[in-house]
């Protein structure tokens, strides 16, 4: 895969990641995340679904599937976590988002990943690499 075919699967997971934050409620502007309000734009992208789209086309030539999806569910919600803790750690801005509010279990690295959160980005692995294995 080219560099802008990443370029265009960086701004497609973005941009997809963004509506469905938006069609389950957490996301409540059309902003995107802190640091794209911090660069001073107003776009609907969410910069932690480009990245995780990124991970997964990089991860899936590489393993089976059913390793491929446990193991990009694992890097995703470690990296959720670090994204979290440096943008405490650089202050970003306000914290943007804590699962330490009772409605997600297996809470973990101080509120920014859980077990069910881990599950997701699983479950978005399997979807993405049944599309692209449906599309190629």
Not at 76 to 96: D, V, Y
């Amino acid at each position: 895969m080219d560099l802008l075919s990443f370029i265009g699967f960086y701004l497609l997971f973005g941009f997809l990641g963004f509506l469905f934050e938006m069609i389950i409620g957490a996301q409540k502007n059309w902003c995107g995340d802190n640091l794209i309000q911090n660069a001073g734009l107003c776009i609907p992208f969410l910069n932690i679904y480009a990245f995780g789209g990124i991970i997964i086309l990089l991860i899936r030539p590489h393993f089976p599937l059913y390793l491929s999806v446990i193991i990009t569910g694992i890097i995703l919600s470690i990296f959720e976590c670090l994204s979290g803790e440096l943008g405490q750690i650089f202050k970003t801005g306000p914290r943007a988002w804590n699962y330490n509010n009772g409605k997600h279990f297996g809470v973990f690295c101080d509120g920014y990943t859980s077990l069910d959160l881990l599950l997701f980005w699983t479950l978005i692995a399997l979807v993405v690499n049944i599309i692209l294995n449906y599309v190629k």
